[in-house]
């Protein structure tokens, strides 16, 4: 029975803290919870600024973000792949194959959907702000921490969505990593390998481990969340 | 009441002019043709049948609209204004931060903020409730918070739109007071309201609007007891007009 040994594989693996899993999965975290900080800390000002300011060109760029949020992983990958690449302008840095080139590949991910999803929360809340911010006299760029701060609720969710994208996908990190055991093995490029070679008790083993992990870290996410909303209404 | 927040007696607060102000809204004129000036420290109600344009008039002269036509502006420096809505917009932080992000805004020096920001909240009896989330008060609390607000500001003129429509009738006397304690202290009012006996009460002068057009602009004595147009007439008596 693959799923009995399967669920066994995982148990075992985590109970015996075996080192090369545990470099996989802090791995993992560390490209995908990189990439979300990063995607945040661009995107929330982003999704904000593009609530706030009306300008030539803001609807197709809103549709523009909007449809980067379907971005295939793999063409993502693909984009930083020709970026990075010996021959790519950005060959010389020589990051391909390595974490950083796999952040930078689920920034492009993750960044359309920060950025879209804050740009509707904030949108809503400034249609109900916007007199009385106006009359306290703040101007726009001000307006924006002020309106991030009170959609905090909601944009927990969006951040949450863009941790998932992230720590799902394995079209991009596959090649802009390659999978390079102990340098840029993550979860899901594991999984991929391990499918490939047959070793389905050792893939589903990880399937588990990333699911509990996502899991762990939206239960948290939810239960801040949810634990502030009761305090603040 | 306390009186840590006796404020520096106001200078006089320059005049501000509405001048043959139309406001256009989808091709729909809201607003023709209305000219007003409010000077001294005065009271002044705004009174009118629903849709008369009597938030839109408040709007203009606050500045949070522009008008499509003539023009809104302060015959010498323009004072600090606040504006208390109909439903008070507070932020999602506590009653305290509120008040405190007000002062931040204004530009008032850190160490000063915390000491103005609780003498206001217990000015309007608020002091209990410091610490509560103030989306989570009650009608009358939340519209007290934003009086609150606005005396922190030291307004020149303040704007009130509208803001008993909601309230008991304890908090309706709550803010009448808060009306007179910015008036004590030298502030402009211009307020709003469909409350005929509100009006009386606190009227110095009154401005009666009807289809978007200004009709009457006269002391409230006058207003009351002989208005001069036949729509101003009907109104008093409780006529519906449109």
């Known amino acids: 029975m693959p799923h009995d040994s399967a669920l066994a594989t995982a148990v075992a693996l985590i109970l015996a803290g075996d080192p090369a899993l545990l470099d996989i999965v802090a791995l993992s975290l560390r490209v995908s919870l990189g990439a979300v900080l990063i995607a945040a800390l661009l995107g929330l000002p982003l999704g904000a600024a593009l609530a706030l300011w009306r300008f030539p060109g803001r609807g197709a760029l809103i549709v523009a973000l909007n449809a980067l949020m379907g971005l295939p992983p793999v063409v993502a990958g693909l984009s930083v792949y020709l970026l990075l690449s010996r021959a790519g302008p950005l060959g010389e840095l020589g990051l391909l194959f390595t974490p950083t080139a796999m952040v930078v590949a689920q920034v492009m991910l993750v960044l359309p959907i920060i950025a879209a999803l804050t740009r509707q929360q904030v949108e809503a809340l400034h249609d109900e702000y916007r007199e009385q911010l106006r009359s306290l006299g703040l101007s726009r760029p001000r307006m924006i921490p002020t309106l991030l701060w009170d959609a905090r609720f909601g944009l927990i969710t969006v951040i949450l969505a863009g941790f998932g994208r992230a720590s799902a996908e394995v079209g991009a990190v596959m090649i802009v990593g390659g999978n390079i055991d102990g340098v840029t093995r993550v979860m899901t490029t594991a999984i991929v390998l391990e499918t490939s070679k047959g070793d389905l008790p050792l893939a589903l083993g990880l399937g588990i481990v990333l699911l509990g992990l996502v899991a762990l870290v939206n239960a948290g996410a939810h239960l801040i969340g949810e634990a502030a909303r009761r305090r603040l209404g | ?242």
């Open chain 2, 1 to 242: 009441m306390n009186t840590m927040l006796q404020a520096p007696a106001l200078t006089a607060v320059a005049p501000l002019a509405l001048e043959a102000v139309d406001f256009v809204h989808r091709g729909q004129p809201l607003l023709s043709d209305v000219s007003l000036r409010l000077a001294d420290c005065r009271r002044t109600l705004v009174l009118g049948p629903n849709g008369a344009g009597k938030s839109l008039l408040m709007r203009l002269a606050h500045g949070l609209l522009a008008p499509s036509q003539g023009r809104v502006h302060w015959e010498g420096a323009a004072p600090r204004q606040a504006m208390v809505f109909q439903h008070p917009v507070l932020l999602k932080r506590s009653a305290l931060d509120n008040l405190l992000y007000a002062l931040a805004v204004a530009g008032t020096p850190w160490r000063h903020r915390r000491p103005l920001a609780r003498a206001a909240l217990a000015r309007f009896g608020l002091a209990a409730l410091a610490r509560r989330p103030a989306r989570v008060l009650s009608g009358g609390e939340q519209q007290r918070l934003a009086l609150a607000r606005a005396w922190l500001l030291e307004p020149g003129m303040l704007f009130l739109d509208e803001p008993t429509s909601s309230l008991d009738p304890a908090a309706i006397k709550a803010v009448e007071a808060a009306v007179d304690d910015f008036h004590r202290r030298g502030t402009r009012i211009l307020m709003s309201t469909h409350d005929l006996h509100q009006a009386r009460r606190l009227a110095d002068e009154v401005v009666f609007l009807c289809g978007g057009r200004l009709l009457e602009h006269a002391p409230a004595e006058r207003f009351f007891t002989a208005p001069d147009t036949p729509e101003a007439a009907a109104f008093l008596r409780g006529e519906l007009i449109d």
